[in-house]
């Protein structure tokens, strides 16, 4: 079991492209998912600052929120990754496939910069109105931080 820590430890280091993407998707899906999992709706973060997860009816969060709340913070992630992908293909500007590529490589951009700014704004209300924590990604998976 060391051996194989170490290796994807490494391994998160050493790689690039598709296998440090595939790296970065196993953890976030443990940090974001199996631990709070684990310990009934807290994660690292959470801990730290000393509240949990509940679900909106106050008891144990359950997988399928936690798993809603994983995919909503995953997603600016991937959409990040495919703009890269699309950034690096090199096309020759006759190729017929050349606009396709520069159009949703727009499109992409233009949803990456919508999403930031929506994530920017709506953490700014947040922490603006010091009262009550709710960002999107808990209110999407129906879970509300509580205090321990």
Avoid at 59 to 67: A, D, E, I, T, Y
Wanted: charged share 15%.
């Amino acid at each position: 079991m060391p051996d194989l820590s170490w290796n994807l430890t490494v391994g998160l280091f050493t790689t690039s492209g598709f296998t440090e993407f595939v790296y970065k998707t196993i953890c976030f899906f443990i940090l974001f998912f199996v631990i709070p999992l684990i310990w009934n709706g807290k994660t690292i973060g959470t801990n730290i600052l000393r509240f949990k997860l509940t679900h909106v009816d106050g008891g144990v969060p359950r997988w399928q929120s936690l798993l809603k709340r994983f995919f909503a913070l995953y997603l600016p992630f991937v959409t990040s990754w495919i703009l890269n992908i699309f950034t690096d293909i090199e096309l020759d500007i006759n190729s017929s496939l050349y606009l396709y590529n520069v159009w949703i490589t727009v499109i992409i951009f233009a949803f990456l910069i919508i999403m930031w700014t929506v994530l920017f704004i709506h953490t700014m209300v947040i922490l603006i109105k010091r009262g009550k924590r709710n960002f999107y990604f808990d209110y999407v998976a129906d879970l509300v931080p509580r205090k321990k």
